[in-house]
C-alpha cells in the first residue's frame, strides 16, 4: 500500500510539474507578444523646434547665397512632417531601420531597412522620420557644441538645447497636459555633419553623425538613471560613447495662479561635452536634424499615442584661439642694424 501511495503521489506531482511549465509557457508567450508589440503605435504627430546660434556662426538653406541669418524656424526646413514611427539607427550600415509586424500585430524578426528619399519627411504610411537640412558658415576658424540650456525667469520658455512635451491647455481642468505623453523620453535627434567643397559638393572625408538624448535619466515608469540604448549592431550604444550627447530631464510646470499662456521650465544639465566639429575660416558645412522615435529606447511604449513634442536646438561657436587649440605662428624677424 505504502509504494502504491508513493507512485500515485509521483505520478501527481509529474501531471502538476507539466501543467506548471505549460503555465509558464503560456506566461511567457503572452509577455512575449506584449513586449514585442509594444512600440507598434506610438508616434510624434506634431513637432515645434527652432534652431539658432549664439555667436561666430551663420546659417542658410543654401551652400552658397546671401541669405545667412542666425536663426532657422523647423517648420521652413520640414514643410511635410513624418508621424515619427519608432525605428532605430544602424550606426554600421548608416541607415535606420524599422520594425515589420505581422497580420496578427506580432513583429517579424526581419527589419525593414529604410532610406532618406523613401521615409524622411512624409505624412502618409511610408513616413517614418524627419530630416532638417541647412548650411552653416564662419569668418573665423570656430569651434562648434551645442549650447547647455539655459532657464528663463518669469515663466517664459527657455533657451539653449532642450527637448519637452508641449503643454497643452484643458479647459475642463482649467490646467495643462502633457502633449508629449512620454514621447519626450523616447525622442532622438541625430546631428550629421558633412564637410563641402567650394563648389558645395561633399569632401571626401566621411560625414559624422552624433545622436542627441534628451531627458535620458527619465523613464515612463517613473524610474530614474541613465540606460543605455541596445543597437542592432551588437553595440551597447546607438553610438560610440564619443558620438554620444545625454541631457538630464527637463520638465515643465504650472506657476501660481495658473495662467494658461505661461510655465514654468526646469531644464536639464549635458553629462558630457557636447563638441560637434571644427569648422574653418570660410568653410562651408551642411548639417542634417534627424528627428526620429528610438523603437529600442526602453520608454517606447504604447502609452504614448499621438504626441507633441517642442524642441530647442542652439549651436556654440568659439574662436579655435579661445579654445587654446589654434597653432601660434612664429613672428618674423624684424630687420635689425645687425642684419642690414
Known sequence: ??????????????????????????????????????????????????????????????????????????????????????????????????????????????????????????????GYYCIATFYATSDDTMKVSLTPAVEVTEGKQGAGTYLVGTPLWNDETISHDNGGRGAENAVRIGIQITRLDRFGDPTDEPPLFYIYEPNADRHNDGSWGLLDTPSIDGADTLVPPDRLITQTASDWAEVDPIQQNVHQYTLGEFTGDTHLFLIHEDEVVMIRLYLWLEGQDVDCTNAISDAKITANIQFLAVSDEESGMHPVDKEPEQDTPENE
Open 1 to 126: 500500500m505504502t509504494a502504491k501511495r508513493k507512485d500515485k503521489k509521483g505520478g501527481l506531482q509529474v501531471v502538476l510539474y507539466f501543467y506548471m511549465i505549460l503555465i509558464l509557457l503560456l506566461v511567457l508567450t503572452v509577455s512575449s507578444y506584449t513586449w514585442f508589440s509594444l512600440s507598434k503605435t506610438p508616434r510624434v504627430s506634431n513637432m515645434s523646434m527652432y534652431i539658432s546660434v549664439m555667436n561666430g556662426l551663420e546659417f542658410s538653406t543654401l551652400p552658397y547665397g546671401d541669405d545667412w541669418t542666425k536663426q532657422l524656424a523647423y517648420v521652413d526646413l520640414v514643410t511635410e512632417t513624418s508621424p515619427l514611427r519608432p525605428v532605430t539607427w544602424s550606426d554600421e550600415q548608416q541607415r535606420f531601420f524599422a520594425a515589420e509586424y505581422g497580420m496578427d500585430g506580432r513583429l517579424e524578426y526581419d527589419l525593414e531597412p529604410l532610406s532618406d528619399e523613401r521615409n524622411a519627411n512624409r505624412s502618409d504610411d511610408d
